[in-house]
């Protein structure tokens, strides 16, 4: 074969490649110029995407919502302690008004006087019968008057104790102080404030759970853009050595099944191409899914077309005190430490079932009709102080059994927080492993990509040259593209393990 006319075929190819390379950051270049939207294409970088998917996340939503309802209950809790104020009104109308006096002294009182008088006739009349007629007469006079008046302070008598009940208005302001609830009060405090800690537990626990998933989802868009470049740079090499083979063919020192040979590896790296631009797209809408945006918007990442994916990170390991640090930060142990420390509250608060309880209490009520002056016929009221002592005496073991139950509770959730510990003791230390593990393969990758470029270097010399084959060429480019792919998988692999670090260790921010 002629090395001059080799030569500028592969000078080509370089160019070609270069073209492919620069490509994709033209467009990113383009896209950043036209900050004003008109691209239409949307560049994220990893924070970006984090604040988004914080931001619109709708258990986040919930979390934060559940944590505000905790915090409105634990300053309705703290109420407890303080006096309540309470006023109370009412109005009754009945069909008949309550009598202390029955119809035979209503009618004995009214009749008082007449009555009176008859009986002192009837015992004066042998005396008044002697004396003269006109002082009798006068006498009679004077009886009846006496008898009349008699009637009109019987008649005031039964007036004076008519009720008219039959309207009835009553009102009350009362003051309530609890002074010993058994304790109650205090374990109910307590709760309260458990609850809202648990909420912002639960809350941190959904936060890292979601940056955990759109950090996969964005390196797995990374992974895939760096691949697509990858598959499109062998495509571009598998097209180029068809061509040389065809003009072998075409000089009749290649066989068109030579020919076919090339065509095949083509077809599997223009099939690779499409799989992995398909799988990017899918990719693509999960992001914009967890970020909150519309699945077909058009995103680029700032990752995507960086030469080198790996950077090092300070991530503790194990040996820096990692699982105290997990210990400290996971979301979960504090959920599972909360709910022990409710539990034993809940005791308290059944144990307060066994123990007094004393109020004091003071107000003012005021009644029309009243009687603080007689019935009378208007409002009148009345100043109030008294204390309200609760003494529980047998209840068949209610409170009893019903305590055990709760320190049963709180055994299971104490073994519950055992074993959440030994367990994510046991991730730390696998998450240790796999960055390390991680490590040890990007390293290998880079190794191997190495080896790679020079074996595909030394099988294109030895092709020009008409010292090697085309399938030895074909040979070099797949074991350059697999070793690419590895170290892309590798430098991702790494990205990873530091995020699952991060994660198992509680300090995924």
């Given amino acids: 074969m002629n090395n001059s006319k080799k030569k500028p075929t592969g000078m080509v190819r370089v160019a070609t490649l270069g073209l492919l390379l620069l ?10 110029r036209t900050g004003d939207g008109t691209s239409g294409v949307r ?22 919502m559940k944590q505000e309802v905790n915090t409105n209950l634990r300053k309705s809790a703290r109420t407890q302690y303080l006096p309540k104020v309470n006023a109370v009104g009412g109005y009754m109308w009945m069909s008949r008004e309550i009598s202390i006096l029955n119809d035979d002294q209503k009618e004995a009182l009214s009749n008082m006087g007449t009555n009176t008088t008859a009986k002192l006739q009837d015992a004066l009349s042998p005396l008044v019968s002697q004396l003269p007629a006109a002082t009798q007469q006068k006498m009679a006079g004077d009886m009846a008057a006496f008898g009349g008046a008699l009637n009109q302070v019987g008649t005031g008598i039964v007036d004076g104790f008519r009720t008219d009940t ?4 009553a009102g009350a302001v009362t003051v309530t102080q609890p002074v010993f609830m058994g304790g109650a009060i205090v374990a109910a405090n307590k709760m309260a404030d458990i609850n809202e800690k648990m909420a912002a537990n639960s809350l941190e626990m959904k936060k890292q759970g979601t940056l955990y998933n759109i950090d996969q989802a964005y390196w797995q868009v990374v992974s895939l853009r760096h691949k697509q470049t990858l598959a499109e740079s062998y495509v571009a090499l598998v ?11 075409d000089q009749g020192v290649a066989t068109k099944g030579d020919g076919l040979s090339v065509s095949v590896r083509v077809n599997e790296a223009e099939m690779a191409l499409t799989q992995v631009t398909d799988g990017l797209e899918l990719s693509k809408m999960l992001l914009c899914q967890l970020c909150g945006l519309p699945e077909d918007e058009e995103i680029t990442l700032a990752d995507e077309e960086s030469e080198a994916l790996f950077a090092e990170q300070k991530v503790k390991s194990e040996a820096e005190g990692g699982t105290d640090v997990a210990f400290l930060n996971r979301p979960e142990l504090k959920l599972l430490q909360n709910t022990v420390d409710l539990s034993r509250q809940t005791t308290n608060v059944l144990k307060a ?8 209490t003071g107000g003012y009520m005021v009644s029309n009709p009243n009687t603080f002056n007689g019935f009378e016929k208007k409002f009148g009221g009345v100043w109030n102080v008294g204390v309200v002592v609760r003494v529980p005496i047998w209840n068949w073991g209610d409170v009893k059994y019903k305590v055990r139950a709760s320190k049963g509770a709180t055994a299971m959730a104490n073994l ?14 696998q998450s240790n492993f796999k960055v390390k593990e991680a490590q040890k393969k990007l390293a290998m990758a880079e190794a191997n990509v190495a080896n790679a470029d020079e074996n595909l270097r030394m099988a294109n010399l030895a092709f020009k040259e008409g010292t090697a084959s085309f399938t030895t060429v074909m040979e070099a480019q797949t074991a350059w593209n697999q070793a690419q ?25």
Avoid at 43 to 64: E, W
Avoid at 166 to 169: A, I, K, S, Y
Avoid at 485 to 509: H, M, N, R, Y
């Fill in 416 to 429: 519950e927080l055992d074993d959440a510990r030994e367990m994510i003791n046991l991730q730390v230390r």
């Fill in 485 to 509: 792919s590895q170290k892309i998988d590798a430098e991702i692999g790494v990205k990873l393990s530091q995020v699952e670090l991060q994660k198992a260790l509680g300090t995924l921010q």
């Fill in 166 to 169: 039959r309207n009835m208005f």
């Fill in 239 to 249: 097209k180029k050595l068809k061509g040389d083979v065809q003009k072998m063919i």
């Fill in 43 to 64: 560049l994220l970088t990893l924070d970006s995407c984090r604040a988004m998917a914080l931001r619109n996340n709708k258990q986040m939503g919930v979390a934060k």
């Fill in 353 to 360: 079932g066994n123990l007094p309880t004393v109020l004091l």
């Fill in 23 to 32: 490509l994709p950051l033209a467009s990113g270049a383009q896209s950043l």
